[in-house]
């Protein structure tokens, strides 16, 4: 709920340091998980790092009554439809997260050290997923060294027993909706991610041609934050979306809710077109060290909101059902 009310002020550009300050308590209360009822009691929520006084009251509020007046009311003023459809998700059986980098791209941590960071999270399983070539400037990965990654992967692997790691990679969409790597490169791998990430502006029929070739690709098995958009920042893409969700779903290709707080795409409300059309989804922190994992629960709202039960969500499944989900697309 405090990451919902960061995420509403957001669109309020006076709002956007207070909408920093909500973002920011619902980040440090998802990593250090403090006994949020024993420090209500003792008056104590404002030694929470990043809860002052006037969050510990909604804060307080929160946990009275399971709500909150100041975000009913956020929702009201910004035109928020009411729902009495949100799913249940218990993260609780939240299995593993697909989509992560490492310092062989632009992830900040070694392999082994988000593959722990899953490890103490009880995952059972990661997908491991560095960016690829295009994208220069993060050191995006080629045949070569995937096939050096995939070394250290099975060292790291025999270090983190508990969480299987799945290879993968976060390929590039190209501008005519081609793959930033040969099907041959991608057949091989456990997760292939496909993301949209420049070139964003692109006209809206260019920009649907494009991403249904992404979707009719026989390798994607997720389309990566599917509209590439900063809440706040920067508008998304914008194509047929009903056209694009329909193909991904006749193709069994789940679309992203990317829960890094700049991304938050999906949105709810495209979620829920998505589920309309069918689509399944995974639930991804996309991080890029292994404190960023916690953006999951700060996120879990967005696909609640957006009404998806837990069987549409692919981080819901064992890994052996996932796997089957994986290898249906080579
Ligand atoms: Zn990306
Ligand atoms: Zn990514």
Known sequence: MLSEIGYLLRQDPEERFRAKAFAAASWSIAISKPDLDALHRTNQL?????VGEGIAKVLAGLIETGASSYLDRLRTEMGQPAR????????????GDVHSHTNWSDGKATMLQIAQGAQALGYRYLGVTDHSPRIKVVHGLDAERLLAQSREMAEVQAQVEDVTLLQG???????????????AVLELL???IASPHVKLRQEAAAMTER????VSNPHVDVVGHPTGRRPGAREGASYDFEAVFKEAARHNVALEIDCDPARMDLSPEMARLALE?????TLDAD??????LAYVPMAAWMARRAGIPEDRILNWRTLEDLTITLQRHG
């Open 46 to 50: 404002t030694s929470i790092e990043g």
């Open 84 to 95: 009495d459809d949100e799913s249940d998700l218990d993260l609780s059986r939240y299995q």
């Open 169 to 183: 990679i976060e390929v590039d969409i190209l501008e005519d909706g081609a793959l930033d790597l040969p099907d």
């Open 190 to 192: 456990d997760v292939v």
């Open 211 to 214: 991403m249904l070739r992404a």
């Open 277 to 281: 059309c069918g689509c399944n989804f």
């Open 287 to 292: 991080a890029h060290e292994p404190a960023e």
